[in-house]
């Protein structure tokens, strides 16, 4: 991974190119940054530009064998450590370093890939992946093998916000004092969720969105579209690149929970005194928990975003609005009325409780359920401004 093939965030790789070449090499970072904004790529890069010895931005001039070996992401003293569950390959007592084709495979396909694309590929159903205590154990096993060209060992734990508290109090005292020339590389979407200790030990680099000339640039280079198109998709990407390529080829799960989302919005509005409507909602609850745990939860934070856009359309925040409904029948200008001060962060909060419970496990039917009536009643709330 070189860092010319990474998206923008130039001061980013100015700063860890620098920190090398100066022989200031932190033992134990944290990268922290949206989805799509290329967090995983970066520290892949960076892990190349210090095993490789390479010499210049463009992440060449150094160890040509083993810049060859991180193009097949096979280098010997660089280590993953990522969500897992168990399948139908691992039955048992799941780590990362059994799932490294499907991991490659991720990598080569989709670099700036999120959770969700990650467990797709493992064929997730109602599991739910974590970092565990069995991964922390194969990760004190793996870094204490001496380096394999003499050099530094590289650790990159993605999406640490998943290891669970037994694998972070396991690993605590190997990122405090880690065994020499070893750098751990950890990453996350949310830092607050990663327990303090650890956090504490490391140095936090924050990546910001991508820009959209960035993610626009990209998308002409890469998939060849006219650049009107790309622009208009950067923007409704809000710097997130993996959003934009799946808008490229209209293969978002987007497409699908924006479906779910207007068929609940409608059902609720009409569920008031309308039995009717009742079934609809008990039965759209039946359907959303036949679906996996993680599609679940990664649609009810799409709900999320979508009533903090209509909110924003509502109070003419139109700068920030990029979300575009491709429903012909459903415009956002008629819908962002209904939500308002005095409902959105009960709205949010209803939400946030559903993917709360989701996550340890809760029956799914009745905790949807339970959400489709609060949002009957909490869509039918008068804003405080036209009381």
Same mark, same amino acid.
């Given at each position: 991974?070189?860092?010319?093939?990474?998206?923008?965030?130039?001061?980013?790789?100015?700063?860890?190119?620098?920190?090398?070449?100066?022989?200031?090499?932190?033992?134990?970072?944290?990268?922290?940054?949206?989805?799509?904004?290329?967090?995983?790529?970066?520290?892949?890069?960076?892990?190349?530009?210090?095993?490789?010895?390479?010499?210049?931005?463009?992440?060449?001039?150094?160890?040509?064998?083993?810049?060859?070996?991180?193009?097949?992401?096979?280098?010997?003293?660089?280590?993953?450590?990522?969500?897992?569950?168990?399948?139908?390959?691992?039955?048992?007592?799941?780590?990362?370093?059994?799932?490294?084709?499907?991991?490659?495979?991720?990598?080569?396909?989709?670099?700036?890939?999120?959770?969700?694309?990650?467990?797709?590929?493992?064929?997730?159903?109602?599991?739910?992946?974590?970092?565990?205590?069995?991964?922390?154990?194969?990760?004190?096993?793996?870094?204490?093998?001496?380096?394999?060209?003499?050099?530094?060992?590289?650790?990159?734990?993605?999406?640490?916000?998943?290891?669970?508290?037994?694998?972070?109090?396991?690993?605590?005292?190997?990122?405090?004092?880690?065994?020499?020339?070893?750098?751990?590389?950890?990453?996350?979407?949310?830092?607050?969720?990663?327990?303090?200790?650890?956090?504490?030990?490391?140095?936090?680099?924050?990546?910001?969105?991508?820009?959209? *000339?960035?993610?626009?640039?990209?998308?002409? +280079?890469? &998939? #060849? %579209?006219?650049?009107?198109?790309?622009? =208009? /998709?950067?923007?409704?990407?809000?710097?997130?690149?993996?959003?934009?390529?799946?808008?490229?080829?209209?293969?978002?799960?987007?497409?699908?929970?924006?479906?779910?989302?207007?068929?609940?919005?409608?059902?609720?509005?009409?569920?008031?005194?309308?039995?009717?409507?009742?079934?609809?909602?008990?039965?759209?609850?039946?359907?959303?928990?036949?679906?996996?745990?993680?599609?679940?939860?990664?649609?009810?934070?799409?709900?999320?975003?979508?009533?903090?856009?209509?909110?924003?359309?509502?109070?003419?925040?139109?700068?920030?609005?990029?979300?575009?409904?491709?429903?012909?029948?459903?415009?956002?200008?008629?819908?962002?009325?209904?939500?308002?001060?005095?409902?959105?962060? *009960?709205?949010?909060?209803?939400?946030?409780? +559903?993917? &709360? #419970? %989701?996550?340890?496990?809760?029956?799914? =039917? /009745?905790?949807?359920?339970?959400?489709?009536?609060?949002?009957?009643?909490?869509?039918?709330?008068?804003?405080?401004?036209?009381?």
């Amino acid at each position: 991974m070189l860092f010319k093939d990474i998206l923008g965030q130039n001061h980013i790789k100015h700063h860890l190119t620098t920190s090398v070449d100066a022989g200031r090499i932190p033992h134990a970072q944290l990268f922290v940054g949206p989805e799509g904004s290329g967090t995983l790529p970066m520290a892949i890069a960076y892990a190349q530009y210090i095993l490789c010895g390479n010499t210049n931005a463009e992440n060449t001039g150094g160890n040509e064998a083993c810049n060859l070996k991180f193009n097949k992401l096979a280098h010997p003293d660089l280590h993953f450590a990522f969500p897992v569950f168990k399948n139908d390959k691992v039955k048992k007592h799941p780590v990362s370093s059994l799932f490294l084709e499907e991991w490659r495979q991720l990598l080569d396909q989709q670099p700036y890939g999120n959770l969700f694309d990650w467990y797709r590929i493992l064929g997730v159903d109602n599991k739910q992946g974590q970092i565990g205590v069995d991964e922390a154990h194969d990760i004190v096993k793996s870094l204490a093998l001496k380096a394999f060209d003499g050099g530094h060992k590289v650790m990159i734990i993605w999406m640490a916000e998943k290891m669970n508290t037994q694998a972070a109090n396991k690993l605590l005292k190997l990122i405090e004092e880690p065994p020499e020339k070893t750098v751990f590389i950890l990453i996350a979407e949310d830092e607050e969720q990663i327990i303090n200790t650890i956090r504490s030990r490391c140095q936090i680099l924050h990546f910001p969105p991508l820009a959209e *000339d960035a993610i626009s640039e990209a998308l002409v +280079a890469k &998939y #060849h %579209i006219d650049a009107r198109v790309a622009q =208009k /998709i950067a923007i409704q990407a809000n710097g997130n690149f993996n959003k934009a390529c799946d808008l490229v080829y209209q293969d978002s799960e987007d497409i699908q929970f924006e479906k779910w989302f207007v068929f609940w919005i409608r059902s609720a509005f009409k569920a008031k005194g309308n039995k009717a409507a009742i079934h609809d909602l008990i039965s759209w609850s039946e359907e959303i928990a036949k679906t996996g745990r993680e599609t679940q939860k990664q649609f009810l934070h799409f709900c999320i975003d979508y009533f903090r856009q209509a909110m924003l359309l509502n109070y003419k925040a139109n700068s920030l609005v990029y979300l575009e409904p491709k429903s012909d029948d459903f415009k956002l200008e008629k819908f962002a009325p209904f939500v308002h001060d005095s409902n959105i962060m *009960d709205i949010s909060e209803a939400l946030q409780d +559903a993917i &709360y #419970h %989701i996550e340890r496990n809760g029956n799914s =039917k /009745i905790i949807l359920t339970d959400l489709s009536i609060k949002l009957t009643r909490l869509l039918h709330k008068k804003s405080q401004a036209n009381a």
